[in-house]
């Protein structure tokens, strides 16, 4: 095994199969420019990975005949052919939910400019509750503080923290009900 995981040809099985390879390259390179319709440069990454194959079989593969080695070549070609194919459909009929996906989605000015609104009536809404309310408010939604750490900061009960949020999201609520008469700005 070398650093990367992958096995190592014994020394002894180099020069035969630098033989192998200088026997059956031109031909199996033939074969593969038919399957790839001509393309040269993908054909020769199927002899590569053909070839890469036989090296990692080699201990079998070296028993066999030469004929029977032509098969097993092609065979494999053959194969890894079918499995690019199969992954490059594979990708193809997912391209357009990939693309549909990382596209940006078309400008909605009206709802960012309503946003922006109750954005700013929000900060209103906030600044205008009592101290101790608008206190809790900022560390829950504004610092994303849990219960507890804001509890433990303010030196209060957990349950004085819930009964402050409680207030405070029904005062934003009522307070952004004309932004969002159907509840989708709710606040949590």
Same mark, same amino acid.
């Given at each position: 095994m070398d650093d990367g995981g992958e096995a190592r040809i014994p020394l002894c099985h180099v020069a035969e199969l630098a033989d192998f390879f200088t026997a059956h390259d031109q031909w199996l390179f033939g074969?593969?420019?038919?399957? !790839?319709?001509?393309?040269?440069?993908l054909a020769a990454d199927l002899v590569q990975d053909t070839f890469e194959a036989a090296a990692r079989a080699w201990d079998l593969l070296r028993e066999h005949a030469g004929r029977r080695q032509r098969a097993w #070549?092609?065979? !494999?070609?053959?194969?890894?052919?079918?499995?690019?194919?199969?992954?490059?459909?594979?990708?193809?009929?997912?391209?357009?939910?990939i693309l549909s996906r990382y596209q940006p989605t078309a400008a909605d000015t009206e709802a960012e400019a309503l946003n922006a609104i109750a954005l700013a009536r929000a900060r209103e809404l906030i600044e205008d509750m009592p101290p101790r309310q608008r206190e809790i408010a900022l560390l829950r939604w504004q610092d994303h503080l849990r219960i507890a750490e804001i509890a433990?900061?303010?030196?209060?009960?957990?349950? !004085?923290?819930?009964?402050? #949020?409680?207030?405070?999201?029904?005062k934003l609520a009522a307070g952004l009900e004309p932004y969002y008469p159907t509840g989708e700005g709710a606040v949590s």
């Open positions: 074969h593969a420019c038919v399957r !790839t319709r001509g393309d040269r440069e #070549l092609l065979a !494999t070609l053959v194969h890894k052919d079918i499995s690019a194919f199969r992954r490059q459909e594979a990708f193809r009929r997912r391209q357009p939910a433990a900061r303010l030196g209060v009960a957990e349950g !004085t923290v819930h009964a402050q #949020l409680h207030g405070a999201r029904r």
